[in-house]
């Protein structure tokens, strides 16, 4: 079986990271080939066993996608995230694709950023290919609840709910040391834009009561400079530190106390899947796409989505760190059943293959 898939955009984040995750992981049940568009992360697609297309110019992805098509005639098209959705299953409407399955995966279905005319446009066309997909995928129950009640297609369609996974077991948490005499070490880790919501955590800081901590924000993206001017005008600018992109996020993780998820809507975030691999506390937003994962009992979870709310979380748990540990053993404990319950590799794995071949 051959499996090609298409994503619209290279750049860091969860999109192209979960492809790059699946073809290395089943590669030995199919063959598997990648096109992509324009960005900088492309780093694991060369390989041997995977052919890897990129466009240098993402206005050339729909001829490219139609020529690899008829050449290599591919057994599923699996389209990764909203433009690659589109642009696929138009092509995949109009011209005549005999036997080709088309697979859409809904990364994070959100029109929060969009204007009220890019909204019109998109919400048109994901009703009139609603059921151009042989099989619709989502991350979350969340994003299918949002996909259904936006969309309001009347003509039922298939779907699957397969979870992002870790390909890391479980790490158990080290012991925890109160942090009285020492500085809380929290980080950040993702793209400087609006939906990620770094700049609400930029100002959670103003309405902290503790004050030992530092934060190192790492990634990049359309926000960063506006950010950085941001953390400038905050009282604690001298504990705000961007560190660029980060590498092996596994390794860096381990080496803070703590991890902060300040988004205003998510699909499935890899880094909260990652953190809780790597036993350390999350401390989030009640955003959609985490909101149905991590609760009041196993990570740190604001009321609200604003920046008041947030720093109450980020006190709650800076004081359970001083005061009472066991409680924050208890809740990465709690977060690390999701590993078996919701991430296990190799159950979503067999979802997805069950998904190919049906």
Do not use: W
């Amino acid at each position: 079986m051959h499996i090609l898939h298409f994503i619209y955009s290279l750049n860091i984040g969860g999109g192209s990271n979960h492809v790059r995750m699946l073809v290395d992981d089943l590669q030995h049940h199919s063959s598997h080939s990648v096109i992509g568009g324009s960005g900088n992360n492309s780093t694991g697609f060369n390989r041997s066993k995977i052919k890897f297309f990129k466009a240098g110019k993402k206005i050339f992805l729909p001829f490219l996608l139609v020529y690899f098509i008829k050449i290599h005639k591919p057994d599923v098209l699996h389209l990764h995230g909203r433009m690659s959705g589109i642009i696929g299953r138009l092509i995949c409407k109009f011209i005549d694709i005999k036997g080709l399955k088309v697979v859409y995966t809904v990364h994070g279905f959100g029109f929060e950023n969009d204007g009220p005319l890019k909204k019109l446009i998109l919400k048109f066309f994901e009703k009139i290919l609603a059921s151009s997909s042989y099989f619709t995928i989502f991350v979350s129950d969340e994003e299918r609840l949002l996909y259904e009640s936006t969309i309001c297609v009347s003509k039922k369609i298939k779907y699957k709910i397969i979870y992002n996974y870790s390909c890391v077991p479980a790490n158990s948490p080290a012991v925890i040391q109160t942090k009285k005499e020492s500085c809380v070490k929290l980080v950040y880790v993702g793209r400087f834009s609006r939906q990620k919501g770094v700049d609400i955590l930029i100002r959670a800081f103003d309405f902290l009561s503790h004050t030992n901590f530092n934060i190192d924000l790492y990634g990049e993206g359309p926000d960063e400079l506006i950010l950085k001017e941001m953390s400038a005008l905050s009282k604690f600018v001298d504990r705000i530190r961007f560190r660029g992109i980060g590498s092996n996020i596994q390794h860096l993780l381990t080496n803070y106390d703590a991890i902060i998820i300040p988004s205003r809507f998510e699909g499935l975030p890899y880094i909260l899947i990652e953190s809780i691999s790597c036993g350390i506390p999350v401390i989030c937003t009640p955003c959609r796409g985490i909101n149905e994962f991590i609760n009041f009992t196993n990570g740190y979870k604001s009321e609200f989505i604003t920046p008041e709310s947030l720093a109450k979380s980020i006190d709650n748990y800076i004081y359970d760190l001083n005061d009472d540990t066991c409680k924050v053993i208890s809740k990465i404990n709690s977060s690390q059943r999701l590993l078996l319950d919701k991430f296990n590799r190799v159950v979503q794995l067999e979802k997805l293959i069950e998904v190919y071949k049906s």
